[in-house]
């Protein structure tokens, strides 16, 4: 029996797998992201800004030095692009940055023309934390 047939098709099948396949850029920062009911995944290429619990902000996996640092590259990606080739903007967000150095990094964005933001989420569970002052009332309108 000649095995060469067999080691052919299981090789176009490896190789049709490795090329169809997408890979998921995870990040190597420290970044533990809030939750979200309504988180949906984000498809194609996009620009990461990441800012982590220590205050500091990272593009594209690299550190910033401060936001007006920021603003000058982020006004690099998208003052080049044109309006086909402009990407969407992740921001990933440790759940316990401050409020405010989200909403710079916004200014910052909108400001340099970004037209798609998006921020990064994990699912959160279908029952509701304990934390949560109207648990009790959400389980009972459920039943």
Do not use: W
């Not at 402009?86 to 909403?103: Q, S, T």
């Amino acid at each position: 029996m000649d095995m060469t047939p067999i080691i052919d098709i299981v090789f176009n099948l490896l190789l049709f797998f490795l090329l169809s396949s997408s890979y998921v850029q995870h990040s190597a920062l420290d970044v533990k992201l809030p939750k979200a009911a309504t988180s949906e995944g984000v498809e194609g290429e996009v620009v990461i800004v990441e800012l982590n619990r220590q205050d500091q902000i990272f593009l594209q996996g690299k550190p910033v030095e401060g936001l007006e640092d920021l603003e000058k590259r982020l006004g690099a990606i998208y003052s080049n692009a044109g309006a086909e080739e402009k990407k969407p903007l992740l921001i990933r967000a440790d759940e316990f940055v401050y409020h405010g150095r989200v909403v710079s990094v916004l200014d910052i964005a909108r400001k340099v023309g970004v037209q798609s933001l998006n921020v990064a989420t994990v699912p959160s569970e279908e029952e509701p934390s304990s934390s949560d002052p109207n648990a009790e009332s959400k389980k009972k309108d459920a039943s």
